[in-house]
């Protein structure tokens, strides 16, 4: 019985498709849309008719019913439109478009070997999925600039930003969504973010957990848009600052996607200015490929959705291109002073060998010598890296100087000391 109803769906597909202007045998001319609607069979025609290669299914947001999907996809345009670039200033990838050597393939899941971005999370029935999104931009950023990948990938608070945040703007508000401007990622600029493990995410209306904003939070220094369907400042953006934000206008056949590279006849950025196209959800793009002209989408809906939480999406589809942004997170290093007489001319702390330097600070501490002559034979732990730079005083530029330390032996450190802008000889 199922099959005859199934078979008579397509029956009357195929004839309506027969019918329309332009079709001819052997020509297809017309890109059926995916409608509100749409069931998962009519879906799969179109699948097939239009062309496109992949799969849909049943899942907890296909599923959802229209009211349900209508608080739950809650993206929508700004009552005071800000119809800025960005905050934080003049947008650093400017200067750097063009320069950048793009590869065919990229991917933050598996970089040099390694994940720069945790497992993918679950929003649950709240509409909070801007959180996520910009909790996304904002690990994949942090991650990148400190060199930390796989199990020690920062994890920070999508209910801070969803009940806290939200409290100081007026863009976004817990599980009611968010608009067009990305104050969310402000907030991360202004106020910034605290870690998970302070105050987890539960997908429920709430009042701010008021201990969250007494626990360490971590800024960054700005946040950018990327122009309009532009592929090509999407890709840098990614490759230099990390993870980005991305919006997507969702539909039946999105929340159905099962696997394969999704597509469908949204690529337009039709409105002015162009980055308030609409949109209803919020995602983030890890990276891509050029071997199918696609997004890594790194969804919000839990690993049981797409493939492990994740969407290969064709360039454009879903208005993916029109209203990405990234996060800008500048290290801020540490620097210690080593001089043998103690004095380090007034600048702290100050130690008077480099081993104490090396014993007493973390990972990525930049160490500037006093000039002169230094027997040691350095023990340095593997996990750590260290930059040891020569000739300091009060007009110290450590990319310009020359000065020499002589006699500094590196030993039994299995290359874990990094020695920059200092002539050994």
């Known amino acids: 019985m199922q099959s005859y109803k199934e078979f008579c769906i397509c029956l009357v597909l195929f004839v309506v498709i027969c ?8 020509e297809r001319t ?13 879906i799969r025609a179109k699948i097939e008719h239009n062309g496109y290669d992949f799969t849909v299914e049943n899942n907890w947001v296909f599923d959802m019913s229209p009211n349900e999907k209508r608080a739950f996809l809650t ?3 700004p009552l005071f439109p800000e119809t800025s670039d960005g905050y934080g200033g003049q947008d650093p990838l400017v200067s750097i478009l063009g320069e950048r050597q793009l590869p065919a393939a990229f991917d933050w899941r598996t970089y040099n070997g390694h994940s720069y971005i945790g497992p993918v999370r679950d929003q649950g029935a709240c509409g909070a999925c801007y959180a996520f999104g910009a909790c996304a931009a904002a690990e994949g950023a942090y991650n990148w600039a400190n060199g930390q990948y796989d199990s020690n990938c920062a994890d920070f608070s999508e209910a801070f930003i969803a009940f806290c945040l939200s409290d100081v703007y007026s863009g976004f508000d817990g599980c009611e969504g968010s608009d067009y401007d990305y104050q969310e990622l402000t907030g991360l600029v202004d106020y910034g973010v605290c870690n998970d493990d302070v105050y987890p995410y539960t997908d429920r209306e709430q009042n701010c957990r008021a201990s969250a904003w007494d626990a360490p939070r971590t800024r960054f220094q700005s946040w950018h848009r990327v122009g309009c369907n532009d592929t090509v400042a999407i890709k840098t953006a990614i490759m230099t600052y990390g993870v980005v934000a991305a919006a997507v206008d969702v539909g039946n056949a999105f929340e ?4 394969g590279i999704y597509q469908d006849s949204r690529t337009t950025c039709s409105s002015s200015p162009c980055y308030y196209t609409p949109t209803n959800h919020i995602i983030a793009l890890v990276g891509w490929n050029d071997d199918g002209g696609y997004w890594i989408l790194r969804n919000s809906w839990g690993s049981s959705w797409g493939e492990s939480g994740y969407m290969r999406i064709k360039y454009t589809s879903a208005r993916v291109d029109c209203e990405a942004a990234y996060l800008v997170y500048e290290k801020v290093v540490s620097t210690v002073y080593v001089d043998p007489a103690g004095s380090c001319s007034g600048y702290s702390p100050c ?7 090396i014993d007493n600070v973390s990972s990525g501490t930049v160490i500037k010598i006093l000039s002169g002559t230094y027997a040691e034979n350095l023990n340095a732990g593997s996990a750590n890296s260290y930059t040891l730079q020569g000739g300091w005083d009060s007009t110290y530029t450590s990319r310009t100087s020359t000065s020499t330390i002589s006699s500094l032996t590196i030993g039994n450190n299995s290359g874990a000391v ?3 802008y200092i002539e050994i000889k």
């Open 19 to 26: 019918l329309m202007p332009g079709w001819a045998f052997g």
């Open 30 to 42: 017309d890109i059926l849309p995916f409608e509100p609607g749409d069931t998962l069979e009519e």
């Open 75 to 77: 993206r929508r345009a």
């Open 256 to 259: 159905a996607y099962g696997g």
């Open 351 to 357: 130690y008077n060998t480099i081993q104490t330097a």
């Open 418 to 420: 990094t020695v920059e």
